[in-house]
Structures are given as structure tokens and as C-alpha cells.
């Protein structure tokens, strides 16, 4: 976890550097704003990631000495297939569609969104299919 | 949901309990959730994009072959140059790097069964897919497709330039697939963050891997901007504000600045996996480890960290922004890809190498992507870039640049893909792709930099009648005609040796841990795990005799 907080908080730090030499220098402020933006996040979870990295014990995966049998038993829970995504997704593209034809499309766009997103949720608390 | 237990626990006896019962045609396609399935995806639909797109290209050359050929009128002309270069950035380059071969590829290189958010997956695929398709639907509006050029430059693609659907279409398109890339960015960090097989430290990842999880981070830092920008131009256009107006007291130049901090880092987010694909192929096929393994890394860190401050390169002409900010900037850029060109010649240096078609793709890319990236040095400095911009130099400069990542695809479809598919292609159809492919490109861009020095402009439909203007011009046409042929032998290929060749686990005596598996993968990728003890476990695996130790030095001695 050390490494990789690092990697973002030296990325932040960098956006930061930058973003002081060309505030200062330049005459407009988007490219600045922008700058900064980059910097906070890279900060959020840099710092995240860095606080925990000194209170949890190192993990397997950041043993540069650990056996396969470290790492046995609970990875985590993957769905096998669920249908929910499609239908986010055609929801998503429903109301982008609003966007150019017509204000009518949100209703089935926002229809299959809200289904998707009951459907997902409920899914993921009862586990689903395999 | 399944829960997945580390492969440890699955003895070879007793696969059947991990076979997969899911289900099959078309609904497991609609249904799935597994990062090979969308990957395979991903790689279909973005290869189709590359066809769409290089249709455009070929059409466009075809028009420029005459100064005034009127093969298209200018108002389509508009719309194809538009939507060529949509497509080929929008829809194929990107989705092909971080959709398809990461999206495959980064899990199993890792040892991880899936990526960390597998339904978050499948829905980047399907805002991708109908982002291509909105996009593409732009020319069965009645006004056409979106034709104000794919950087969208404000004031004209406001409602009284571009009125008409088809440019809402293209921002339409641009929001479904700005999405796809955020989601997509967010699953590849928590992935090589979180989901790493024991013993794969972050230093031990293959080059790949980091170079995805550098291009994760950088779109996760450009493309929300994209987004808010787009969202500001379509209220600007429906809504009545005046953002970008200079009639309502907003800044044109505003779009631009937004446009290119996420248009800049975009360039990266595009040639990162490329040069990480690169990076892989290079030493499997010399026999040897990567030269200069984490400065391979540092260099991709370095060009991530200066890829935000050098947007306004683009916008030297318009008079308004920091010209030594943003040359020095972009020189120093040049540094780090310096270090990775080093290490590329240094990792094939005195290595047994076997000119495989995924090599020469490989080597093809490297001379490319330098002609690229040298002209892209000229083009860094403002007194040479007044001169050059928005002249072919500019087209020719970009054009070696992508063609560097199309040849990059390639190399990367002949060596993965059989892992993908379990099958090989052909070589001696690759090969004769390969040399198409090669010196059509160089053709093609070559003779597009004189044109730029003799002050041609670009998205011209037709030119004043100059001999040399148009001998130059029917090189490039004949250059576009070589890609187009090698683009047919790739499809020939994949045709001719389907399911013909059987690859094996391990065709190419790989490195890393995608070799270790089956061809295709198992569901949940690994029946078992070697150790991992370097950045090249299953090398380490099939020839203990040749250990590789910490970084590039080999056990007997040797300074490999």
C-alpha cells in the first residue's frame, strides 16, 4: 500500500509545483483551476491510501518473500452474470438520446436507469445468479 | 455472485466445481460480467471502428488525390474528416487500449480472477458500444453528421454554426463514452491496487500493467473535464447561456483550454498501453529481461506528471497563452519517452531475436513512433510552430504518432491473441501485413511533412492546381492505399486461420503471468499460480535454471 499511496501523493505534489509556477506566471486562471483540481485528486486518495498504509499489517501482495498459500482463501465475491449493466446502460443511452430528439426519450431513459439501479442493488444483497 | 477463493485452493483434480455455468449465446453476451468476455468485445467492436474510421481516411485520400476531384462535396468532406478523426480517437484508440487488451490482460497478468468491479465493467462496454453507435448515427440526421472538426473548437460548433443533430449527436457520444472511460479507469486502479496475487509487488508488475495504471490514473484526472466542457457546450447551444460567446461576454478560447487539458493527457492516455504492449513484446521475443526495468516505470510516472502542463502547445497561434510555460513543458517530455526509446533498443541489444510478426510490429512501432515524436519536437517550439500550424506538418507529425499505436495493435492482436482465442495467426499473411502497413505509413506521412512546409493547409477539400502540391498529394493517396491493403490482410488473416492453428499455453515462451494460464483462460483465469519472485514468475517457472534476479541480472552472473 506504501507504493502506491506514493506514487499518487509524488503525481499531487508534482500538479502542485506546477500549478503554483503557472498561476503565478501566466494571465488566466482555467489552466490553473484546472492544475489544482488535479492536484486534490491526487491528494484524496493518496493521503487515503497513506494513512492506512501505516496502520494495516503488510498484505501478501506487497511481500516481495510470500508463498501462493499466503494469499489462500477469500479473495472476494465476483458476480458470475447479471443483466443489470445492459440495462443501465440502454437507460444511459435513452437520455443521451433525450438530448438531441426530444425531451420525451428521458421517460424511458430514466425508466430503465431506476429499474437498473433497483435491480443491481437488489441483486448485489441477495447474491444473484452464478 | 460467486465467491472466489485464491487459486490455492482449486486442486487440478477438481476443476469441475470452478467450471461455469452461466448462460450462453446471445443472452451470456448481454449478461456478462466476466472481464475476458467484455475484453473480447471491446476488441471486436473497436477493430470495426478502425475499419469505419480508415474508410473515412480512404475516402479523404481518394478526394485529395486531384486538387479538385469532387468525388465528395465539402460539406461531407467536413463531416468525414470529422468523423475519421472521432473514430479513430474517440471510438478505436482509446477503447482499444484500456477496453480491450487491458481489460483482458490486466487481471490475468496480476493473478487476479476478475477486475475489481465486474459489473462496473460490463456497463463501460455498453456505454461504449452506444456511444459509437450515436456517434455513427450522425449521418442518417438530415443535416449530417457533426462537421466542425473533432476538436469541437467553439465559436463554431455553437447552434448557429453547427445547428442540427448531428453535432448534439457527437456530444451525445462523447458524454456515453467520456463514462465508459472514467468507469473504466476507476476498475483498472482498484484492480492493481487491490486485487494482486501474493508476492506481486507493485515492482514486480509486468510493464503493461504499471503503464495501465498510470493511464487508468490519467483518465481519471483529464476526462471529467472533458465532460464538464461538453456539458457547458451543449447549454450554450440549448440552453442559452454564453459560455464560450463572445456575444454574451463568455470566452471562446475557454473550450479550447478545457478541450486540450483533457485533448493532452488524452494523447498519453492513448500511447501508454501501447508502449507498454510494446514493452512486452520486445524482450519475450529477444530472450531477454526488459532493460532497465523501473526506468521503464520512472519514465511513464515522468510523463504522466508533465502530461497536464502541456495542453496550451496546442494553442501556441491563438496569441493568448504562456508560450515558455508550455514549450519547455513539452520539451522535457521528450525526455522520459527518450529513456523508454533507450530501453527498447537496450532490451532487444545483443538478445536472440526472433522476427516474429508481433516483433516487427513492434520494431515498426519504435522507428514510427521516433519520427513522431522528433517532429513533435519541432512542433514544441513556438517560433517553428507558427510557421507549421495547422498545416499538413501538423497532420503528418500526428498521423506517425498513431500509426506508431495502430502498428503497436497490431503487435499486440499477434501476440496476445492467441491467448484471447486459444489460436494463432498466420505468420507469412502477418508478415506481408506487417510490410503494408509499415511502408504505407511512411508513405503516407512523409510526404505529407513537405506539404506542411510548402504551406498546405489542413481539412482542405480541394487545393490550387501546383504540380508539386499534387504529385505529393497522390504519394500520401497511394500511402493510404498500402494501410487499406494491409488492413484487408489483417481481416484475410483473422478469416484464413481461424481456429487453425492451436496456440498452446505458452506460444511464445512468455514472461508473465498470462503465459502461466490456459489458452483461453478458465473462468476466474488461474487453475493454479506459480511463485512469484520476479517481474517474469512463469519465465522463472519454465526455466529455473535461468532465474531471473532483482531487475535485469541473471543467476549465473551473466548481466543480462
Not at chain 2, 503487435?411 to 510490410?435: A, C, D, H, R, V
Given at each position: 500500500m506504501k507504493v502506491e499511496s506514493k506514487i499518487l501523493l509524488s503525481l499531487g505534489l508534482f500538479f502542485g509545483i506546477m500549478c503554483a509556477v503557472y498561476w503565478r506566471w501566466s494571465v488566466e486562471n482555467a489552466g490553473g483551476v484546472m492544475m489544482l483540481s488535479g492536484m486534490l485528486l491526487c491528494f484524496l486518495p493518496g493521503s487515503y491510501y497513506y494513512w492506512w498504509s501505516r496502520r494495516m499489517k503488510e498484505r501478501p501482495e506487497d511481500n516481495p518473500n510470500a508463498t501462493q498459500e499466503e494469499g489462500a482463501g477469500f479473495v472476494g465475491t465476483f458476480p458470475g452474470s447479471s443483466i443489470w449493466p445492459f440495462v443501465l446502460g440502454m437507460g444511459a443511452f435513452f437520455t443521451v438520446l433525450a438530448l438531441v430528439f426530444g425531451i420525451w426519450l428521458l421517460l424511458p431513459g430514466l425508466f430503465l436507469g431506476g429499474w437498473a439501479v433497483l435491480g443491481g442493488s437488489g441483486e448485489g444483497r441477495r447474491g444473484g445468479k452464478h | 455472485m460467486t465467491?472466489?477463493?485464491?487459486?490455492?485452493?482449486?486442486?487440478?483434480?477438481?476443476?469441475?466445481?470452478?467450471?461455469?455455468?452461466?448462460?450462453?449465446?446471445?443472452?451470456?453476451?448481454?449478461?456478462?460480467?466476466?472481464?475476458?468476455?467484455?475484453g473480447m468485445s471491446y476488441t471486436i467492436t473497436a477493430v470495426m471502428m478502425l475499419v469505419i474510421g480508415g474508410l473515412f481516411a480512404e475516402i479523404i485520400r481518394a478526394q485529395l488525390a486531384a486538387p479538385s476531384a469532387g468525388l465528395v462535396s465539402l460539406a461531407q468532406y467536413n463531416q468525414l474528416?470529422?468523423?475519421?478523426?472521432s473514430v479513430m480517437i474517440y471510438l478505436?484508440?482509446?477503447?482499444?487500449?484500456?477496453?480491450?487488451?487491458?481489460?483482458?490482460?490486466?487481471?490475468?497478468?496480476?493473478?487476479?480472477?476478475?477486475?475489481?468491479?465486474?459489473?462496473?465493467?460490463?456497463?463501460?462496454?455498453?456505454l461504449y458500444l452506444t456511444g459509437c453507435l450515436t456517434m455513427l448515427s450522425g449521418f442518417f440526421t438530415s443535416g449530417g453528421a457533426a462537421n466542425f472538426g473533432w476538436v469541437g473548437y467553439a465559436p463554431l460548433s455553437n447552434s448557429l454554426n453547427s445547428p442540427g443533430a448531428g453535432a448534439d449527436l457527437w456530444i451525445g457520444a462523447l458524454l456515453l463514452t467520456g463514462f465508459s472511460a472514467i468507469f473504466t479507469g476507476v476498475n483498472l486502479t482498484a484492480t492493481i491496487f487491490y486485487l494482486r496475487a501474493p508476492g506481486m509487488t507493485m515492482f514486480r508488475m509486468p510493464i503493461f500493467t504499471w503503464n495501465m495504471l498510470v493511464t487508468g490514473i490519467l483518465i481519471l484526472l483529464a476526462f471529467p473535464v472533458l465532460t464538464a466542457g461538453l456539458i457547458m457546450l451543449y447549454c450554450d447551444r440549448h440552453f442559452g447561456t454564453h459560455i464560450f460567446s463572445v456575444a454574451g461576454g463568455g470566452v471562446p478560447v475557454l473550450w479550447q483550454h478545457i478541450f486540450w487539458f483533457w485533448g493532452h493527457p488524452e494523447v498519453y492516455i492513448l500511447a501508454l498501453p501501447f508502449f507498454g504492449m510494446v514493452s512486452e513484446i520486445i524482450p519475450v521475443f529477444s530472450k531477454k529481461p526488459t532493460f532497465g526495468y523501473k526506468?521503464?516505470?520512472?519514465?511513464?510516472?515522468?510523463?504522466?506528471?508533465?502530461?497536464?502542463?502541456?495542453?496550451?502547445?496546442h494553442m501556441f497561434t491563438t496569441g493568448v497563452v504562456l508560450l515558455p510555460f508550455f514549450s519547455a513543458m513539452s520539451l522535457l517530455i521528450a525526455v522520459p519517452t527518450g529513456i523508454k526509446m533507450f530501453n527498447w533498443i537496450g532490451s532487444m541489444w545483443r538478445g536472440e531475436i526472433w522476427f516474429s510478426t508481433a516483433m516487427l510490429m513492434s520494431i515498426g512501432f519504435?522507428?514510427?513512433?521516433?519520427?513522431?515524436?522528433?517532429?513533435?519536437?519541432y512542433l514544441?517550439?513556438?517560433?517553428l510552430d507558427f510557421f507549421t500550424h495547422d498545416t499538413y506538418f501538423v497532420v503528418a507529425h500526428f498521423h506517425s504518432v498513431v500509426m506508431a499505436l495502430v502498428l503497436g495493435?497490431?503487435?499486440?492482436?499477434?501476440?496476445?491473441?492467441?491467448?484471447?482465442?486459444?489460436?494463432?495467426?498466420?505468420?507469412?499473411?502477418?508478415?506481408?501485413?506487417?510490410?503494408?502497413?509499415?511502408?504505407?505509413?511512411?508513405?503516407?506521412?512523409f510526404p505529407q511533412y513537405l506539404l506542411g512546409l510548402h504551406g498546405m493547409p489542413r481539412r482542405m477539400a480541394v487545393y490550387p492546381h501546383d504540380a508539386q502540391w499534387q504529385f505529393m498529394n497522390q504519394l500520401s493517396s497511394i500511402g493510404a492505399a498500402l494501410i487499406g491493403i494491409s488492413t484487408i490482410l489483417f481481416v484475410v488473416n483473422v478469416m484464413y486461420s481461424w481456429k487453425k492453428y492451436p496456440a498452446g499455453d505458452n506460444p511464445w515462451d512468455g514472461h508473465a503471468l498470462e503465459w502461466f494460464t490456459t489458452s483461453p483462460p478458465p473462468h476466474h483465469n488461474f487453475y493454479r499460480l506459480p511463485k512469484i519472485r520476479s517481474e517474469r514468475p512463469t519465465w522463472d517457472y519454465n526455466h529455473p535454471e535461468h532465474k531471473a534476479l532483482a531487475h535485469g541480472h541473471s543467476s549465473d552472473g551473466a548481466n543480462a
Open positions: - | 465467491d472466489v477463493l485464491n487459486p490455492i485452493e482449486v486442486h487440478a483434480e477438481d476443476h469441475g466445481h470452478e467450471e461455469h455455468h452461466g448462460p450462453t449465446g446471445i443472452l451470456k453476451w448481454l449478461t456478462t460480467t466476466d472481464h475476458k468476455v467484455i474528416f470529422t468523423m475519421h478523426g478505436f484508440a482509446g477503447p482499444f487500449a484500456f477496453g480491450a487488451l487491458a481489460n483482458f490482460l490486466v487481471p490475468i497478468q496480476i493473478g487476479a480472477p476478475d477486475m475489481a468491479f465486474p459489473r462496473l465493467n460490463a456497463l463501460s462496454y455498453w526506468g521503464m516505470i520512472f519514465a511513464t510516472l515522468t510523463i504522466a506528471a508533465l502530461s497536464l502542463g502541456v495542453w496550451a502547445h519504435v522507428v514510427t513512433f521516433l519520427i513522431g515524436g522528433i517532429t513533435g519536437i514544441a517550439s513556438p517560433p495493435a497490431m503487435g499486440g492482436l499477434y501476440f496476445w491473441g492467441p491467448k484471447m482465442t486459444g489460436f494463432l495467426l498466420n505468420e507469412k499473411i502477418g508478415k506481408s501485413q506487417f510490410w503494408f502497413l509499415f511502408i504505407g505509413t511512411q508513405v503516407l506521412t
